[in-house]
């Protein structure tokens, strides 16, 4: 954890290759993402968030992007996020309540908001197990695979 970031987010340790992305987390439908991309510096100040695509739309300009970019590298965003007091008082001013239904995705609104402000977000790579649970179908399908042994069992202790 980097103690002059005001934002530490947790990402998932390997780059993103375009392939892998297309197999496990694309809405084949839509052609969108199933999760957030955050695109990390990896020259000068490494580890330095530029931008978190939250469920980007995949094109091939997007595609060659995660493949090629030099300057940065793409990994998961798990959604966990440290963030300073100082920090969160001054996006929750800058972010008044909406109405019951209005769309707002926290890594899209608050963190990218961060970004344009000039406040240092970093990321912490976790190499452990995640898996999204954006569903109650899919907490409870990792629970399953939890005590059926699959690869989530190494969170608990027999």
């Known amino acids: 954890h980097d103690s002059c970031a005001a934002i530490t987010m947790m990402v998932q340790s390997e780059r993103c290759h375009s392939s892998a992305l297309e197999k496990s987390h694309l809405h084949h439908d ?40 030099e300057r940065h590298s793409y990994h998961i965003s798990t959604g966990n996020y440290i963030i300073s007091a100082e920090a969160m008082k001054e996006l929750l001013l800058l972010n008044p309540s909406r109405e019951r239904g209005d769309y707002f995705e926290f890594g899209e609104h608050v963190i990218n908001q961060a970004i344009e402000r000039g406040m240092k977000v970093v990321v912490h790579k976790h190499e452990g197990y995640w898996t999204p ?26």
């Open 30 to 69: 839509s052609n969108h993402l199933k999760v957030g991309l955050t695109e990390v510096t990896t020259k000068g100040e490494k580890g330095v968030v530029k931008r978190l695509h939250e469920k980007p739309h995949f094109s091939n300009i997007f595609r060659e992007l995660v493949d090629k970019d």
């Open 133 to 158: 649970l954006r569903s109650f179908s899919e907490w409870f399908q990792a629970n399953i695979e939890m005590a059926k042994g699959g690869p989530s069992a190494e969170l608990i202790a027999y």
